[in-house]
Every structure is written in structure tokens, then in C-alpha cells.
T-cell receptor
Framework: ETGVTQSPTHLIKTRGQQVTLRCSSQ?????VSWYQQALGQGPQFIFQ???????GRGNFPPRFSGLQFPNYSSELNVNALELDDSALYLC????????????FGSGTRLTVV | DQQVKQNSPSLSVQEGRISILNCDYT??????FLWYKKYPAEGPTFLIS?????DKNEDGRFTVFLNKSAKHLSLHIVPSQPGDSAVYFC?????????????FGTGTRLTIIP
């Protein structure tokens, strides 16, 4: 059983650029959630995808968008990057909607300069 | 507005003793609580959870206590081992017809001293 894999592991972008982060969910899981963890903070919910549809969204602006594919993998896209977007982005997959049985990936460390 | 609070950023405990990590919450709609453990360069790993209909849940060395009237939960680790050194996050959720999200605290860094 493979776990959740995220790519890339580290990324440096310039303010104003766009970035795409990728996540492969654990085998058998059909729900993917994305979280942002700023330095010294706990993870904050960005949004969740269930069966390719957005299934809940946190308090993040529309320039944060996502996709889920038929194989349940997912992308997080961030447009017009700001310095405050620098954070660890965590993907978590689970079976069914909701948060039960989350498996987290190791995250993508995004630095915006 | 921090709905889940972990007021101790760090805690040091002697190996073999009990580690007690605390968490407070403000949202009375939360009905499910979880603890996650995080090592550097890894994602959070689920440790133990408790539903609001219980006041205690035990799994091996880990026990979570929930005091709903005080909106407080705690994680007890006994005996503490060096491998328990990590950042521990408390998280909470409210039932929302399958749209639940986790609200995390800011974490407590636990260091077990050999």
C-alpha cells in the first residue's frame, strides 16, 4: 500500500508567479485535502476534493485553486504568489468525504522571494 | 481567531516519566478530536482520537482525555520514550455532512531527555 506522495519537495518562486503542487493519494483513497502550514503555526485547511469536486473550502482567496483527477491525484495551484504564501503545503488523502483516516504526505516547502 | 489552542510551545520530559500535552478549544460545535505527531521533514501522523461522546480513549502508551465542560483535552504518554520526541498537534472537527475539515492547534514540541 503506497502512501501519499507530494512533488516537488522544495520550491522557490518569485512574488507574482504561479505555482502548481502535486499530490498522489494513497491507494484506495478518493478524497484529498490540502493544508498550509506557515512557520510556527498549525496546518490550516485550504480545501478538499471528493470525487473530483471541491467538497469544502477554508478561508483562502480564489487565487488558491485545485483539481482532482479520475485517479484521485490532485493539484494545488496558487496564482499571483505573495511573500506570505511561503509555507509547507500538506496534502492528505482519506477514504470517503470528511476527515476520517487522513494520511498526510511529507509536504512541499514553498518559498516565495 | 484561534479555535484550537496549544499554549505550551515546548515541553521537556525525562525518559520513563509521563508526558502531558494540553489543548483547549473554543468552538462548542467540535465533536471529534485528534492528536497528530510530526517529525521534521515528514507529514503529520495520526496518533489517537476521541469522540465528544467519550471522556477517555486509550491506545497502548497513549491516552486522550476530554473535558467538554472545560473545552479541554489532554494527551498522556506513559512511559515516555526518546522516539516520542516530536511536535504534537491537537486537531478538532465538527460534523458537516462529509465536508468536515480539521482545525489544528499550533503544536507542542516534546523533547524526551534520556
Amino acid at each position: 500500500e503506497t502512501g501519499v506522495t507530494q512533488s516537488p519537495t522544495h520550491l522557490i518562486k518569485t512574488r507574482g508567479q504561479q505555482v502548481t503542487l502535486r499530490c498522489s493519494s494513497q491507494s484506495g483513497h478518493n478524497t484529498v485535502s490540502w493544508y498550509q502550514q506557515a512557520l510556527g503555526q498549525g496546518p490550516q485547511f485550504i480545501f478538499q476534493y471528493y470525487r473530483e469536486e471541491e467538497n469544502g473550502r477554508g478561508n483562502f482567496p480564489p487565487r488558491f485553486s485545485g483539481l482532482q483527477f479520475p485517479n484521485y491525484s490532485s493539484e494545488l495551484n496558487v496564482n499571483a504568489l505573495e511573500l506570505d504564501d511561503s509555507a509547507l503545503y500538506l496534502c492528505a488523502s482519506s477514504r470517503g468525504g470528511g476527515n476520517y483516516g487522513y494520511t498526510f504526505g511529507s509536504g512541499t516547502r514553498l518559498t516565495v522571494v | 481567531d484561534q479555535q484550537v489552542k496549544q499554549n505550551s510551545p515546548s515541553l521537556s520530559v525525562q525518559e520513563g516519566r509521563i508526558s502531558i500535552l494540553n489543548c483547549d478549544y473554543t468552538n462548542s460545535m467540535f465533536d471529534y478530536f485528534l492528536w497528530y505527531k510530526k517529525y521534521p521533514a515528514e507529514g503529520p501522523t495520526f496518533l489517537i482520537s476521541i469522540s465528544s461522546i467519550k471522556d477517555k480513549n486509550e491506545d497502548g502508551r497513549f491516552t486522550v482525555f476530554l473535558n467538554k465542560s472545560a473545552k479541554h483535552l489532554s494527551l498522556h504518554i506513559v512511559p515516555s520514550q526518546p522516539g516520542d520526541s516530536a511536535v504534537y498537534f491537537c486537531a478538532a472537527s465538527a460534523y458537516n455532512f462529509g465536508n468536515e475539515k480539521l482545525t489544528f492547534g499550533t503544536g507542542t514540541r516534546l523533547t524526551i531527555i534520556p
